[in-house]
């Protein structure tokens, strides 16, 4: 996942072309190489990183022990960088070194722009780079907003049922949203919940697909149903999580619709979610009234 | 082997169950897509079972359920949820419902319960 946001970024600075990127995700590197893991994590220097290099071709004797020899690395350190070699923030950076597009300075202060430009703290930068879905969320949705693990379970069954590999963006608010296509989910009860996911048909044919198990070339009727029925089962499992909290919600037919506006005298919480390159935004008003027009 | 009437207003809920149920050797004798549809096909295909959704537009699957029953004291109807619906679930329980599916669907738990009811 964090492959996803800094080749974007590296896409947007030209310090990448765009068949670089794609040749590196279509790639899949098995694993890191401890000195690269070690620069990533801090534990070594570039400059030391190097000279075990440079030492390991002379000697047959591997990396960690000859770092552990030489005093730069503990032998349980060594361990632990071993256990990070399938992380995939770490697969992608080996890639970029693989295939000649950046060294390991270069990347680090690469990855060091990206943190300043996206206004990323230390642990948010952590969030991204562990690949773990519950610790991205919270980077990108404010936990503080009405329903947010609604929202976040939403995007949980899109990894589940939909595609691992998705790329979230900052939530916004607007009281008034256009959209091409939509398949939405009005949940009634102790509050009232409407959950939606619009976009163009390309974007939604991303979730369509996967979903029903069934390549469709366009946004029928059949294809939206899938759509509709990924809410249906995604609500489902969140009514079911929240009925513990005595909050008893009742799920309305799902349904579909193209061209128009949602409005809402509330906030209509919108959270952008990037699937094989194509946007999809998750709608959500909590407790006001909907009209789409 | 079953012969199972399927009634979900999803086509593609419908696709996913009547593919579970016919590569597990059962016999998927009809579909419906509304809880009016699904009456009218009972009483033409009488199945040995009936898989019923409860959420549906025209008439819901638990008005279903107690329109078959009416017809059939002893049809066996598997209600479908989405998890989560467990008030519409102690309605159908009433109405004589002989088991619960839940959606997300899972096909060693359909089969079970479709062995354990036929």
Same mark, same amino acid.
């Given at each position: 996942?964090?492959?996803?946001?800094?080749?974007?970024?590296?896409?947007?600075?030209?310090?990448?072309?765009? !068949? %670089? @990127?794609?040749?590196?995700?279509?790639?899949?590197?098995?694993?890191?190489?401890?000195?690269?893991?070690?620069?990533?994590?801090?534990?070594?220097?570039?400059?030391?990183?190097?000279?075990?290099?440079?030492?390991?071709?002379?000697?047959?004797?591997?990396?960690?022990?000859?770092?552990?020899?030489?005093?730069?690395?503990?032998?349980?350190?060594?361990?632990?960088?071993?256990?990070?070699?399938?992380? /995939?923030?770490?697969?992608?950076? %080996?890639?970029?070194?693989?295939?000649?597009?950046?060294?390991?300075?270069?990347?680090?202060?690469?990855?060091?722009?990206?943190?300043?430009?996206?206004?990323?703290?230390?642990?948010?930068?952590?969030?991204?780079?562990?690949?773990?879905?519950?610790?991205?969320? /919270?980077?990108? =949705?404010? +936990?503080?907003?009405?329903?947010?693990?609604?929202?976040?379970?939403?995007?949980?069954?899109? =990894?589940?049922?939909?595609?691992?590999? =998705?790329?979230?963006?900052?939530?916004?608010?607007?009281?008034?949203?256009?959209?091409? !296509?939509?398949?939405?989910?009005?949940?009634?009860? +102790?509050?009232?919940?409407?959950?939606?996911?619009?976009?163009?048909?390309?974007?939604?044919?991303?979730?369509? +697909?996967?979903?029903?198990?069934?390549?469709?070339?366009?946004?029928?009727?059949?294809?939206?149903?899938?759509?509709?029925?990924?809410?249906?089962? !995604?609500?489902?499992?969140?009514?079911?999580?929240?009925?513990?909290?005595?909050?008893? =919600?009742?799920?309305?037919? /799902?349904?579909?619709?193209?061209?128009?506006?949602?409005?809402?005298?509330?906030?209509?919480?919108?959270?952008?979610?990037?699937?094989?390159?194509?946007? $999809?935004?998750?709608?959500?008003?909590?407790?006001?009234?909907?009209?789409?027009? | 082997?079953?012969?199972?009437?399927?009634?979900?207003?999803?086509?593609?809920?419908?696709?996913?169950?009547?593919?579970?149920?016919?590569?597990?050797?059962?016999?998927?004798?009809?579909?419906?897509?509304?809880?009016?549809?699904?009456?009218?096909?009972?009483?033409?295909?009488?199945?040995?079972? $009936?898989?019923?959704?409860?959420?549906?537009?025209?008439?819901?699957?638990?008005?279903? @359920?107690?329109?078959?029953?009416?017809?059939?004291?002893?049809?066996?109807?598997?209600?479908? $949820?989405?998890?989560?619906?467990? +008030?519409?679930?102690?309605?159908?329980?009433?109405?004589?419902?002989?088991?619960?599916?839940?959606? /997300?669907?899972?096909?060693?738990?359909?089969?079970?319960?479709?062995?354990?009811?036929?």
């Amino acid at each position: 996942m964090f492959g996803l946001y800094f080749g974007e970024y590296l896409l947007e600075k030209n310090k990448i072309s765009h !068949s %670089q @990127l794609e040749a590196i995700m279509k790639e899949h590197t098995s694993r890191a190489k401890l000195g690269v893991i070690a620069v990533a994590e801090k534990l070594l220097t570039p400059k030391q990183a190097e000279e075990l290099n440079e030492l390991q071709k002379k000697k047959d004797s591997r990396f960690g022990d000859i770092a552990i020899e030489k005093g730069y690395l503990l032998a349980e350190e060594v361990n632990y960088l071993l256990t990070l070699q399938g992380n /995939p923030y770490l697969k992608f950076i %080996q890639s970029l070194i693989d295939m000649n597009i950046m060294n390991l300075n270069e990347i680090e202060e690469c990855i060091e722009e990206f943190k300043k430009d996206y206004g990323l703290t230390d642990l948010e930068l952590n969030a991204l780079k562990s690949g773990d879905i519950d610790q991205i969320i /919270p980077v990108f =949705i404010d +936990s503080n907003i009405p329903f947010a693990d609604c929202i976040a379970l939403v995007i949980r069954n899109i =990894i589940r049922f939909i595609n691992n590999n =998705i790329m979230l963006k900052k939530y916004y608010t607007v009281k008034k949203y256009t959209f091409p !296509s939509v398949a939405y989910q009005q949940l009634v009860g +102790s509050h009232d919940l409407f959950v939606g996911l619009a976009g163009e048909d390309e974007a939604l044919i991303n979730i369509a +697909s996967p979903f029903a198990k069934e390549e469709f070339k366009v946004m029928n009727e059949e294809a939206f149903d899938s759509v509709c029925e990924f809410l249906n089962v !995604s609500n489902g499992l969140y009514a079911s999580k929240i009925i513990t909290d005595d909050i008893h =919600i009742d799920m309305t037919p /799902p349904q579909f619709d193209k061209n128009k506006t949602i409005k809402s005298d509330g906030d209509i919480y919108v959270i952008p979610i990037i699937i094989n390159g194509k946007q $999809t935004d998750l709608l959500v008003v909590v407790d006001k009234k909907v009209e789409i027009c | 082997m079953a012969k199972i009437l399927i009634v979900d207003d999803s086509i593609t809920s419908r696709k996913i169950l009547k593919n579970i149920l016919i590569e597990n050797g059962h016999e998927v004798i009809g579909e419906a897509i509304n809880g009016k549809d699904a009456v009218s096909k009972f009483k033409e295909l009488q199945p040995d079972i $009936t898989t019923m959704d409860i959420t549906m537009p025209v008439m819901d699957g638990l008005e279903a @359920l107690r329109e078959i029953r009416e017809i059939d004291k002893d049809a066996k109807v598997i209600m479908v $949820t989405a998890a989560g619906q467990k +008030s519409k679930m102690v309605d159908a329980l009433k109405y004589g419902a002989a088991e619960f599916l839940t959606k /997300p669907f899972e096909a060693e738990q359909i089969i079970e319960i479709i062995n354990r009811v036929h």
